[in-house]
């Protein structure tokens, strides 16, 4: 695709809630982050993959959280149990290669957690 | 662990200023350095990428220069206009592959 596709553009969940985040990178681009980006702050590493590996997923904040990339190329992020502190913007990004070129952004699920 | 910090957090200027956004980061053993624009519940726009071998890179007013021995960044706005109000935030690429963010200058150009 022309961009980096996310859907849904908001959710609005009930706490306890599981939620799917689903990412479309640009066509060909093997690198895929997903960050997530509370009010007024930069965003925040939750996990990266190179094709279907996550080669790191330090940043993913307890085993709630989970993420696939199942043919290397959409991917999902999936909260279960959810609590009202996951409410953020989840964004997803991605890039050609390992460490190659600019990181290209998608416009972000909203997630609501009431 | 690497931190980056932008100042100011926010800035407001008249319409066709030059100014200058500051971005810092502890650890200098960095890939690369990117700016990025973000208009208010959007994505990020990617403005500029430096290389840790380069010193700057230009794309029409802008201009962001990197000096990675001090761990400092700057990006140089040219001729302000209130099309360019958003947040800009500035990230490091270290060998874990994952971009660390500061948490963004808001700018405001006041016609």
């Known amino acids: 695709g022309a961009g980096v596709s996310q859907t849904p553009s908001n959710k609005v969940t009930e706490k306890g809630k599981y939620v799917e985040l689903r990412c479309d990178p640009i066509?060909?681009?093997?690198?895929l982050y997903w960050y997530r980006q509370s009010l007024g702050q930069g965003p925040e590493f939750l996990i990266y993959?190179?094709?279907?590996?996550?080669?790191?997923d330090s940043g993913l904040p307890n085993d709630r959280f989970f993420a696939v990339r199942p043919e290397g190329s959409v991917s999902t992020l999936k909260i279960q149990r959810t609590e009202r502190g996951d409410s953020a913007v989840y964004l997803c990004?991605?890039?050609?290669?390992?460490?190659?070129?600019?990181?290209?952004f998608g416009e972000g699920s909203r997630l609501t957690v009431l | 662990k690497q931190e980056v910090t932008q100042i100011p957090a926010a800035l407001s200027v008249p319409e066709g200023e030059n100014l200058v956004l500051n971005c810092s980061f502890t650890?200098?053993?960095?890939?690369?350095l990117q700016w990025f624009r973000q208009d208010p519940g959007k994505g990020l726009t990617s403005l500029l990428l430096?290389?840790?071998?380069?010193r700057e890179q230009t794309s029409g007013r802008l201009n962001a220069s990197l000096d990675k021995s001090s761990g400092r960044s700057t990006l140089y706005i040219a001729a302000s206009q209130p099309g360019d109000s958003a947040t800009y935030l500035c990230?490091?690429?270290?060998?874990?592959?994952?971009?660390?963010f500061g948490q963004g200058t808001r700018l405001t150009i006041n016609p």
């Open positions: 650890d200098s053993a960095i890939y690369n």
């Open positions: 066509s060909g681009h093997t690198a």
């Open positions: 430096i290389q840790s071998s380069q």
């Open positions: 993959f190179q094709g279907t590996g996550a080669a790191d």
């Open positions: 990230a490091v690429v270290q060998g874990a592959q994952k971009l660390v």
């Open positions: 990004a991605s890039r050609p290669g390992h460490n190659t070129g600019e990181l290209f």
